[in-house]
């Protein structure tokens, strides 16, 4: 796809982070863009920043929308198709995400569970519902979003990431069996698979809001003890540090995540469509997935290994959408 002037796409997630950067560029490439998202001051943002930047006649729509349930991803595929007046698709971004449910043995269920439901369900069924559109038409793309953590199922020691790395692998995988399929049955319609390593977005803090977590201010002592046991695996001496600087510190954690990333969330999107123009169907984001990404096919055996040998030595967080 050499160009994105006067095709259409659609964007999950398109409310914060890399969503709102692909609407934003796309859109600034003369592309009309459909984004959802479950945050909608943050669609609202998004389509004043897309709309001063987008050249005559390209049109912005957002929906709400969250991906984990089919009912709404139905009903925002028929609110894009009456909205654009149309019955195919150029592109279609499945980003949207979350973070959440690290450790299947103490996490809690139900939010290990919505954790998975957000980044394979959304993944699935927004595929379900908008890859007959692009195949419809003449020239289609189909763009996952799954994570170094679709190929490394960890942060690295004591740190376990099972929700989250199961659903990207998945991810990944759909995406790769998709290949074969759609060359046999929708030759015009390309899949690609994104892996991000840490990108700066606000995952961290729309994590927890989706997952209905209670704001740093408001925990319990009880509450910030999983945190602070969490924060002593990783070598950080917070046993003797006092409750209100442990909310402190986890109001922070967002702000930390963000900040510190090596790439923006708005370098994070141009290499995605940069990738796309390029015809890829495995786009790596950021040095960081580059390098973990040869390191796991280097050695696959010492992946989980803490000896101080194995993966276990590069300490990152990864990107999530």
């Not at 409310?15 to 863009?33: F, I, K």
Request: include cysteine.
């Amino acid at each position: 796809m050499e160009s994105f002037a006067g095709k259409l796409a659609v964007v999950t997630g398109g409310g914060s982070g890399m969503g709102r950067e692909l609407v934003l560029q796309l859109a600034a490439a003369g592309c009309s863009v459909a984004t959802c998202d479950v945050s909608p001051p943050g669609l609202a943002e998004t389509a004043s920043l897309a709309g001063a930047s987008a050249p005559s006649g390209t049109r912005i729509t957002t929906h709400l929308c969250d991906v984990s349930h089919e009912r709404q991803v139905l009903a925002f595929r028929d609110e894009v198709v009456s909205q654009h007046a149309t019955d195919r698709l150029n592109l279609v971004f499945n980003n949207a995400g979350i973070g959440g449910g690290g450790s299947f043995m103490t996490d809690p269920r139900e939010a290990w569970e919505k954790t998975f439901a957000v980044d394979w369900w959304g993944v699935y069924y927004c595929t379900r519902a908008f890859l007959p559109l692009l195949v419809a038409g003449d020239d289609g793309y189909l763009v996952n979003t799954s994570s170094v953590n679709g190929f490394w199922a960890s942060l690295g020691p004591g740190m376990p990431h099972t929700a989250y790395s199961t659903a990207k692998f998945a991810v990944k995988g759909f995406s790769e069996a998709l290949i074969e399929d759609l060359r046999v049955n929708a030759p015009h319609v390309k899949v690609a698979v994104v892996m991000p390593g840490h990108i700066g977005t606000d995952i961290v803090n729309n994590s927890r809001r989706y997952l209905g977590l209670p704001e740093p201010d408001d925990m319990t002592d009880a509450e910030l003890e999983p945190i602070r046991a969490n924060l002593a695996r990783r070598g950080m001496p917070v046993a003797d540090v006092p409750a209100d600087q442990m909310r402190q510190m986890v109001k922070m954690m967002g702000d930390v995540f963000r900040n510190s990333a090596p790439l923006t969330a708005a370098d994070g999107a141009r290499i995605i469509l940069e990738g796309v123009k390029a015809g890829r169907w495995r786009i790596l984001v950021g040095e960081d997935a580059q390098q973990l990404d040869e390191r796991v096919r280097a050695d696959p055996e010492a992946a989980y290994d803490h000896s101080g040998v194995g993966l276990g030595t590069l300490r990152f967080e990864s990107e999530q959408g």
